[in-house]
Each structure stands twice: as C-alpha cells, then as structure tokens.
Nanobody
C-alpha cells in the first residue's frame, strides 16, 4: 500500500507563488511515476503535471506550462509542484497521485494511489 501526503496549499494573491509537496511511503519511491491533478468546485478533476520515476521526464497541462514546475527527490521520497504567477483559475483542491506501473501519464484513471488533497485559493 502506498500512502501520499500533500502539504503546502493555502491562500495567495493573484500573481503570487506556492510550492506544494507530496511525501510518499509504502513503496520504493524511485520506481513510481508521479502526477499532480486538481479539481475546482463544480468541475471535473484535471491533469496538471506529471514526472517519471527518474525525474528526467515531465509533462504539463497547457494551462500551466511556463508557470508550474514539477520536480522530485528520490532520496527524500518527495515530489513538488512549484507554482508561480497564480491566477484565480488555479483555485482548486490539488491532489498528488502515484502510478506504479508503466510510464507517466496525464490520465487520472491510470493512477493507483491518491493523496487527500491540499487546497489552493488564489484571491484576485
């Protein structure tokens, strides 16, 4: 069983920055592809970013390219999502997810384990 714990969410003004963290336990972290997803009220969960097991491969949703950066440290069992130039459309509950088989993915249903989410609220 894999456990994921997110942190780092909060209230920030438009144009500001936040860094989300997700710490993983229960499995060798360096074998897991990781992803960040988000869900705003009344909307479906959407892909934000993904990183492969080595950290050398990443992918982003078009809406966050150039503003968000996903990184990981396999020695710390942690993946981060650095977010800059935040705007009101980034307001959502952000989830960390683990994909234990295959390649990294932008499809939520391909992920095996999920964290509880951390709220990001951007005020305009």
């Amino acid at each position: 069983q894999v456990q994921l714990v997110e942190s780092g969410g909060g209230l920030v003004q438009a144009g500001g920055s936040l860094r989300l963290s997700c710490t993983v336990s229960g499995r060798t972290f360096s074998t897991i592809n990781m992803g960040w997803f988000r869900q705003a009220p009344g909307k479906e969960r959407e892909f934000v970013a993904t990183i492969n097991w080595s950290g050398r491969g990443t992918d982003y949703a078009d809406s966050v390219k150039g503003r968000f950066t996903i990184t990981r440290d396999n020695a710390k069992n942690t993946v981060w999502l650095q977010m800059i130039r935040l705007n009101s459309e980034d307001t959502a509950l952000y989830y960390c997810a683990a994909k234990t088989k295959g390649f990294m993915s932008s499809t939520a249903s391909n992920y095996d384990y999920w964290g509880q989410g951390t709220q990001v609220t951007v005020s305009s």
